[in-house]
């Protein structure tokens, strides 16, 4: 079981930037690829990015490309997303997740945060 918590969620303007990170509490985080998701009220719950085990490879929505990065630190066991020129739409709960394995298009999510509130005011 990989426990996994965010933070770095707050008020902002648009225009302005924001860094989430996701801690994982086991040692496996290492081994699994990493996502970030958002759900705005009324609205499903849609992807934003991932990034594999090694940090090698990544791939983003088309909303999140050039202005949004994710990364991770496998020595803290953290993934991170910056997120730069913050648009009032891109206001959200967002949630990092975990799968065993790196695979766009097919990511099995098995491990999921309680997500962490993102406010852009225009």
């Not at 996701?22 to 990015?49: D, I």
């Not at 983003?60 to 050039?66: M, Q, T, V």
Request: aromatic share 12%; glycine share 10%; hydrophobic share 35%.
């Amino acid at each position: 079981q990989v426990r996994l918590v965010e933070s770095g969620g707050g008020l902002v303007q648009a225009g302005g930037s924001l860094r989430l990170s996701c801690a994982a509490s086991e040692l496996a985080f290492r081994s699994y690829a990493m996502g970030w998701f958002r759900q705005a009220p009324g609205k499903e719950r849609e992807f934003v990015a991932a990034i594999s085990w090694s940090g090698g490879s990544t791939h983003y929505s088309e909303s999140a490309k050039g202005r949004f990065t994710i990364s991770r630190d496998n020595a803290k066991l953290t993934v991170y997303l910056q997120m730069n020129s913050l648009k009032p739409e891109d206001m959200a709960v967002y949630y990092c997740a975990a799968a065993p394995s790196y695979n766009p298009g097919d990511m099995q999510w098995r491990y999921w945060g309680q997500g962490t509130q993102v406010t852009v005011s225009s």
